[in-house]
């Protein structure tokens, strides 16, 4: 069993470890030789329709819905075209709003997720085309859907998702960039620039991956809690969402992510003394409404750990009680990196709470049923 986990106690800490091989995987053969352009030859999508496309809608469950959240603001951003992201348990009873020219992305680790198939086959029976992002080739979802876009994250055994999300959002920025080429939403030179940010995150995440100690001591800290919150604004927002589902999947603290600005319409009521905070504090743009924000829960006595980057640490401990700085990259590509002291976060203090890391209770890998 040891020498499948490559010398790993668990498989979730050995898929934590594959995301540079993933993020490269995922990207080979989908940069052109330049390095400076997308390509996406798997696609059949044509630049006709590509042209013609008047809106999005992102559908999955879980972490891959999570994944969806960066990829709207991926596609929002750099193409311009309206985005909506929906739970697929969800998006069948709301009408949606379906024409020839919807391009439904679903997004799914395995391919099989019962309420993801579903949603997808009504959206195709409305007309729209079916592009799926998924980890598996011969799935269900890959089979059903009009294109494919096969992440390589390789095969994903712990319930906790985590190399597959990675490679999702790895999936999106390709995918935003491409319909930003075709429909000439960027200039040549802001997609180089982009591309080549991407090419260097493997080794960003392994210069994070070399460093665990200080998020696992924190891990052990929040271990003996039982309720904590998350909270960010934008991408940072996106990024708490998987953070928190993530602790709560296998540690089994309850936990909230929160839109930092909306923390004071209600949920600011449940900061007391001592309780943890992890601020995301990574998207410079909101920096400083998101620090008014951390200034808020740090006046009612939270235990705030902030993750930024390090040019931020010497003004955020003035309002925290320790900072996590991470490799910088592009505001959009952020969470490509952010996500992971989260995912050892998780992990160390599952492990610290003595829970069965790889199979939590109550869980399962694929869920085929609605
Ligand atoms: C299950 C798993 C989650 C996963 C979700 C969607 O609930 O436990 O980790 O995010 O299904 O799975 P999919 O295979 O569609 O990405």
């Given at each position: 069993?040891?020498?499948?986990?490559?010398?790993?106690?668990?498989?979730?800490?050995?898929?934590?470890?594959?995301?540079?091989?993933?993020?490269?995987?995922?990207?080979?053969?989908?940069?052109?030789?330049?390095?400076?352009?997308?390509?996406?030859?798997?696609?059949?999508?044509?630049?006709?329709?590509?042209?013609?496309?008047?809106?999005?809608?992102?559908?999955?469950?879980?972490?891959?819905?999570?994944?969806?959240?960066?990829?709207?603001?991926?596609?929002?951003?750099?193409?311009?075209?309206?985005?909506?992201?929906?739970?697929?348990?969800?998006?069948?009873?709301?009408?949606?709003?379906?024409?020839?020219?919807?391009?439904?992305?679903?997004?799914?680790?395995?391919?099989?997720?019962?309420?993801?198939?579903?949603?997808?086959?009504?959206?195709?029976?409305?007309?729209?085309?079916?592009?799926?992002?998924?980890?598996?080739?011969?799935?269900?979802?890959?089979?059903?859907?009009?294109?494919?876009?096969?992440?390589?994250?390789?095969?994903?055994?712990?319930?906790?998702?985590?190399?597959?999300?990675?490679?999702?959002?790895?999936?999106?920025?390709?995918?935003?960039?491409?319909?930003?080429?075709?429909?000439?939403?960027?200039?040549?030179?802001?997609?180089?620039?982009?591309?080549?940010?991407?090419?260097?995150?493997?080794?960003?995440?392994?210069?994070?991956?070399?460093?665990?100690?200080?998020?696992?001591?924190?891990?052990?800290?929040?271990?003996?809690?039982?309720?904590?919150?998350?909270i960010g604004r934008g991408?940072d927002?996106?990024?708490?969402?998987?953070?928190?589902?993530?602790?709560?999947?296998?540690?089994?603290?309850?936990?909230?992510?929160?839109a930092a600005g909306?923390?004071?319409?209600?949920?600011?009521?449940?900061?007391?003394?001592?309780?943890?905070?992890?601020a995301l504090a990574t998207q410079e743009a909101v920096l400083e409404k998101t620090v008014s924000n951390i200034k808020e829960?740090n006046?009612?006595?939270?235990?705030?750990?902030a993750?930024t980057h390090?040019e931020n640490v010497a003004g955020l401990?003035k309002s925290v009680?320790?900072?996590?700085?991470?490799?910088?990259?592009?505001p959009?590509?952020?969470?490509?990196?952010?996500?992971?002291?989260?995912?050892?976060?998780?992990?160390?203090?599952?492990?610290?709470?003595?829970?069965?890391?790889?199979?939590?209770?109550?869980?399962?890998?694929?869920?085929?049923?609605?």
């Open positions: 069993v040891t020498a499948e986990k490559g010398g790993f106690e668990h498989f979730m800490l050995k898929e934590i470890h594959e995301q540079p091989k993933a993020y490269r995987d995922t990207m080979r053969g989908r940069i052109d030789e330049s390095g400076k352009k997308v390509v996406l030859p798997e696609l059949k999508l044509t630049a006709d329709q590509i042209k013609n496309i008047r809106n999005i809608q992102i559908i999955a469950c879980g972490t891959a819905y999570h994944a969806g959240l960066v990829g709207r603001s991926a596609i929002e951003s750099l193409v311009r075209i309206p985005v909506e992201t929906d739970v697929a348990s969800e998006y069948r009873y709301r009408s949606p709003i379906v024409t020839p020219e919807t391009l439904v992305i679903v997004v799914s680790q395995s391919g099989e997720t019962a309420d993801t198939l579903a949603a997808m086959r009504e959206a195709k029976a409305n007309g729209a085309h079916v592009l799926a992002i998924t980890n598996v080739v011969g799935s269900s979802i890959a089979r059903d859907a009009d294109d494919v876009i096969v992440t390589l994250a390789g095969p994903e055994i712990a319930v906790a998702s985590t190399k597959a999300y990675t490679s999702q959002l790895i999936a999106f920025y390709l995918l935003a960039l491409y319909l930003a080429e075709v429909r000439g939403t960027q200039t040549p030179e802001a997609v180089a620039q982009i591309v080549a940010a991407m090419q260097a995150l493997p080794e960003q995440v392994e210069s994070m991956l070399a460093k665990p100690d200080a998020i696992k001591a924190y891990a052990e800290h929040i271990s003996k809690h039982e309720h904590l919150f998350f991408l927002y996106a990024v708490a969402q998987e953070g928190s589902l993530k602790l709560k999947e296998i540690s089994y603290i309850h936990s909230e992510a929160y909306e923390l004071k319409h209600g949920t600011l009521a449940l900061i007391e003394e001592g309780i943890p905070v992890i829960v006046a009612r006595g939270a235990d705030i750990m993750i390090e401990l009680d320790q900072a996590f700085a991470i490799p910088k990259t592009l959009l590509l952020t969470p490509a990196l952010s996500v992971v002291p989260l995912q050892l976060l998780s992990y160390y203090a599952s492990l610290a709470r003595g829970n069965d890391v790889d199979k939590p209770r109550n869980l399962a890998k694929s869920v085929t049923v609605e």
